[in-house]
């Protein structure tokens, strides 16, 4: 087996069946469903639809996206996997949602059929992923908004991340240069490229896996928290911080183009 052929599978055997336990930690874990929620809110802020997030998993974001979004008739949002198991649990946990099981590097869909793209610690998990990068800026309409936000390899906690489950191990490669070099190829503009989450401890001491998610509901801890969070993101610098996160809009005049489409 080539390390090609090694990777892919590493990344398959993990992420083939949906992880309730993980999902409901992210929408609805004391304390820290909460955090995910503002983290998301940050990063679409401005954002329009119909939107199409690559690599949704169980849905645990566009969960957030929809609450944020209830009540108002924004549009449209997409989901598109590559897990049929994984796309069975977001289309029941998240109803208001649609979902597409496909391949980020052939989205089945047109040219031009979003006003926004968000990719969430995807791209590391990706044997190819300029190809689903140019996908991301084909489906986008002229204007519209591209989101970005992949762990930073730099990052004291994502390193330990990577060595406590292998299939991160592909975050190794993911830090600001990498992204840039990346994103440099697309039909992009505006491109800004952001630190986020200097030191999220969260993620570690709420863990349903490795930490004490009931640890949540105390205030004194996640002001804890934030406080070890502020204070080690100051030393760290942002060169160092667990995300980086880049924003852009898709070149181009907007020509008008019609709603997204589902696959038949």
């Known amino acids: 087996m080539t390390n090609h052929d090694d990777f892919v599978a590493k990344q398959d055997e993990h992420f083939a069946d949906a992880d309730d336990t993980h999902f409901a930690w992210q929408t609805r874990g004391p304390g820290f469903a909460d955090r995910e929620a503002s983290f998301l809110r940050d990063l679409l802020a401005d954002s329009r639809r119909p939107l199409l997030e690559i690599g949704c998993g169980e849905g645990a974001n566009l969960f957030h996206i929809e609450r944020e979004a209830a009540g108002s008739e924004l549009g449209l949002a997409i989901g598109l996997d590559r897990s049929a198991g994984k796309l069975h649990f977001a289309s029941a946990a998240v109803p208001s949602a649609r979902f597409c099981c496909g391949d980020g590097t052939a989205l089945p869909f047109g040219d031009g059929s979003f006003e926004s793209v968000i990719i969430r610690d995807v791209l590391h998990h990706l044997p190819a992923p300029a190809a689903t ?89 996640l002001r804890a928290l934030d406080a070890i969070e502020r204070i080690v993101g100051r030393l760290l610098g942002r060169a160092r911080w667990s995300y980086v996160v880049a924003h852009a809009r898709r070149a181009g005049v907007d020509g008008g183009s019609g709603p997204a489409d589902m696959p038949p």
């Open 133 to 221: 990068l140019a996908e991301a800026a084909r489906v986008l309409r002229p204007g519209g908004r591209f989101v970005l936000a992949e762990p930073n390899a730099h990052n004291p906690l994502i390193r330990l991340q990577m060595a406590l489950v292998p299939a991160e191990r592909g975050a190794a490669r993911s830090d600001e240069a990498w992204l840039r070099e990346l994103l440099a190829h697309l039909p992009l503009t505006e491109l800004r490229v952001d630190a986020a989450a200097p030191f999220p401890l969260d993620r570690v001491v709420l863990h349903p896996n490795f930490g004490l998610p009931r640890l949540g509901r105390s205030a004194a801890t």
